[in-house]
């Protein structure tokens, strides 16, 4: 069957196009949704049950549309969550919300279009037909569309460094996807961990292993062992910033910004304040400068802006100040096991030539999904070599216009190609959050129903 839209992929950029596509499509269209998570929607941020898995967005700004921010918050409401707008909800809930609300959509059977899941992964990618564009899915099936919307996500970073040493059986303790929550429960009380990378992640695998009866120590290592920043539990409000008045340059707006931040009530004011204009200021951002600003302000820009809930940034604090949780700054070198419980990795100290060592009985990489690319992705790799996507200049993901559609290169008629989330960064820059995201995908679907609308 030709599909009028497939989405591929099964996590919040998925079912954030899929309810808007729903609300856009006429009662002919036909939608497929290819995915193979378990539980559509959730993706890897909304699956986790730990109650302690904290959104890092206030739940007024939390809604799966934009035109209606308050929809999270009465949903809370209606389930008795005693939460108020301004509060950080459990991801646990988050992810209940969106399974209910797309429910609640598919309910309406009148004048709604076609909607197919498929569980699947899809493997490859054909063009058989004009105008269509066909996916080869892992159950063996192959279907086609006219347009496509890639949600794939950015999948998870690779090990820095690959492990050696003669002791194989410890490998199973070096955990490359921590997302698979399993491997708490193999982790004695006592046992050493060693967590490369010292972002959100970390803090929210530091959470799980308490939860789960952990009280050993636990190493972080990351490059510059920077760490997080807490929300205020009074939020403030935010500057209001002219971008066409900014500097060129992005030193010299950093400096401009490091300013007003001296000068604000306090710095989340400025950070706040540059939430509605990141996009536009990094259009207006010539390509040196972009690469600038990711080779210098990166990891300063991470824990500035995406910030954790404060009673979150509490317990995971006071485990730093107690010594639990050790976080040091440098360059890992190696990963060597020795023996089936011992995993030794090496690393050079930030700023000096010394190497440090952290032993542990446990490895997780925690180095961040954030911006793994393409790389990760087979299907998105075998897209490219057909020509069908290319990486932005900058490597962060998929080349898309403004209308986060792929532009194909070749003047041959085709299907029409957009992708929604992370792997658009190197277009939109800050488009990893619901509020980015849910944005996005309602230009999209808006897009495919006019699309829609001129073929009929
Ligand atoms: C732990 C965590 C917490 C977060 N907390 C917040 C928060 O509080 N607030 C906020 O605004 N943002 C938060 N985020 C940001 C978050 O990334 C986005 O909100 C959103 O979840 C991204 O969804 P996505 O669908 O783009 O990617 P993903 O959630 O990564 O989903 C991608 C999906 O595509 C599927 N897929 C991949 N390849 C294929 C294939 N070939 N065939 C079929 N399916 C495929 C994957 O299985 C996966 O289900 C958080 C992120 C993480 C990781």
Avoid at 31 to 40: K, S
Avoid at 389 to 403: E, F, K, S, T
Wanted: some cysteine; proline content about 4%; hydrophobic content about 40%.
């Amino acid at each position: 069957m030709i599909y009028d839209v497939i989405v591929v992929g099964s996590g919040f950029s998925a079912i954030a196009v899929v309810c808007n596509l729903v609300e856009h499509l006429s009662d002919t269209a036909s939608v497929a949704v290819i995915g193979d998570d378990p539980g559509f929607g959730r993706g890897t941020a909304y699956r986790t049950e730990l109650h302690l898995h904290r959104l890092n967005v206030p739940a007024s700004r939390m809604s799966l549309f934009p035109e209606r921010p308050l929809e999270f918050v009465k949903w809370l409401e209606g389930h008795e969550r005693s939460l108020q707008g301004s509060d950080f909800a459990s991801r646990n809930d988050y992810g209940l919300y969106l399974r209910d609300t797309l429910a609640g959509l598919l309910r309406k059977r009148d004048g709604r279009c076609r909607v197919d899941f498929v569980k699947a992964k899809a493997t490859g990618c054909v063009e058989r037909y004009t105008s269509t564009l066909g996916f080869q899915l892992s159950n063996g099936d192959e279907i086609a569309g006219r347009h496509v919307v890639l949600c794939l996500g950015v999948g998870n970073a690779g090990l820095p460094a690959q492990p050696f040493g003669t002791a194989a059986a410890g490998r199973s303790r070096i955990i490359k996807n921590p997302w698979r929550l399993s491997w708490l429960r193999r982790v004695a009380p006592m046992d050493r961990v060693c967590i490369l990378g010292s972002g959100l992640t970390m803090i929210d695998q530091v959470l799980a292993l308490r939860a789960h009866g952990h009280r050993g120590v636990i190493d972080v290592l990351s490059r510059r062992g920077l760490i997080p920043l807490d929300h205020l539990r009074t939020q403030v409000a935010p500057l209001k910033i002219d971008t066409q008045t900014l500097p060129a340059k992005i030193s010299a707006i950093l400096k401009f910004l490091r300013e007003q931040a001296r000068d604000a009530e306090d710095w989340r004011c400025v950070m706040d304040g540059l939430r509605p204009v990141t996009q536009d200021l990094w259009k207006q951002l010539t390509l040196p400068e972009r690469s600038r600003f990711l080779r210098h302000a990166l990891p300063w820009w991470n824990i500035h802006r995406h910030r954790v809930a404060p009673d979150v940034f509490e317990s995971f604090i006071s485990l730093v100040r107690a010594g639990t949780v050790r976080v040091q700054a440098g360059f890992l070198k190696s990963i060597e096991m020795q023996g089936a419980d011992g995993i030794v990795a090496k690393y050079r100290m930030r700023a000096l030539r010394e190497i440090a060592e952290i032993r542990a009985a446990w490895l997780v990489n925690c180095t961040g999904m954030e911006r793994a690319g393409i790389d990760h992705s087979p299907l998105l790799n075998e897209m490219m070599r057909l020509g069908l996507i290319a990486q932005d200049p900058l490597r962060l993901g998929i080349q898309v216009n403004d209308r986060s559609e792929v532009q194909f290169t070749t003047e041959t008629e085709r299907a029409r190609l957009f992708c929604v989330g992370a792997l658009t960064a190197g277009q939109f820059w800050e488009i990893t959050a619901v509020p980015d995201i849910r944005i996005q995908a309602k230009a999209v679907a808006e897009e495919i129903g006019r699309s829609q609308e001129s073929i009929c």
